[in-house]
């Protein structure tokens, strides 16, 4: 067995697998809402537009999307290769335990808040992505040029309530699985400082609010804006 072989079945390094993957996700989500975030741009969708167009095109950004579900499914496959591992180390759970005391809710509870959060990107991906890729868009006309309707698509979507409420309340579960990822993540990678860890951890929480909070801000205004 190659050293690399050996790394990746040992614990830590399917750690530093998990934790890499996750900081590869936290960027995307950054530029994935910096994206998004046009949809509110009040201009009938026409940045948005030539932004998700722009995307679609660009070789490198085709490459940088293949990667990104590539690393998607590596972080599932080894958040459940990890959760089996721990359980096969105690089978039998602790008499007497305080868990509230020594570890946070969203900690124990990452296998739950990752498997939400694989349905909403099911949900997701069906709703914008497959029908963007492989759906016969509506076209629009800006400037001279035709684009795909990406805007509209979104736009109807978050016309139903439910759908709407849908992404909110997974946007809550997105926070909780940030809030606990981000800092265990660079626990993991070996960024355990006196200084600087109090520091990555009010980023975490910080990021873990904020991100999630405006990705739920674009179907509330969307929806309201429906009314
Ligand atoms: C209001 C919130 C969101 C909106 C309006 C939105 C919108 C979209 C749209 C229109 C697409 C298809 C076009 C494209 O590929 O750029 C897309 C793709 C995608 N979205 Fe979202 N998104 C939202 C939140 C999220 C969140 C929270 C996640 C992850 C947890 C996510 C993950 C993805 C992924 C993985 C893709 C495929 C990207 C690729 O082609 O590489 N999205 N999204």
New binding site residues.
């Given amino acids: 067995m190659s050293w690399v072989t050996k790394t990746l079945n040992s614990t830590l390094g399917r750690k530093l697998l998990m934790a890499l993957t996750g900081l590869f996700?936290i960027l995307?989500?950054v530029v994935?809402?910096a994206?998004?975030l046009q949809?509110l741009a009040g201009d009938g969708g026409e940045a948005?537009n030539i932004y998700?167009q722009g995307?679609?095109v660009n070789p490198l950004?085709?490459g940088?999307?293949?990667i990104?579900?590539i690393l998607?499914l590596v972080h599932i496959v080894y958040a459940i290769l990890l959760t089996q591992h721990n359980k096969k180390a105690r089978p039998i759970e602790y008499a007497v335990t305080n868990p509230s005391a020594n570890s946070s809710w969203a900690s124990r509870n990452m296998g739950i808040l990752g498997t939400v959060?694989l349905i909403?990107?099911l949900v997701?991906?069906r709703g914008?992505?497959y029908r963007?890729?492989f759906g016969s868009p509506d076209k629009v006309n800006i400037d001279g040029v035709e684009y795909d309707n990406?805007f509209i698509?979104?736009e109807e979507a978050?016309k139903n309530p439910f759908y709407a409420g849908f992404?909110v309340l997974?946007?809550v579960f997105?926070a909780f699985h940030l809030y606990h990822g981000f800092g265990s993540a660079f626990q993991t990678i070996g960024l355990n400082h006196k200084k600087y860890s109090p520091l990555i951890k009010k980023v975490g929480i910080g990021f873990a609010i904020l991100?999630?909070a405006l990705?739920?801000?674009?179907?509330i205004v969307l929806y309201i804006q429906s009314l």
Avoid at 215 to 219: D, M, Y
């Fill in positions: 996700l995307f989500l994935h809402l994206g998004n949809l948005f998700a995307m679609a950004i085709r940088v999307s293949i990104n579900f998607i959060i909403f990107l997701h991906l914008f992505w963007l890729k990406a698509i979104v978050f992404y997974s946007m997105l991100v999630p990705f739920a801000l674009i179907p």
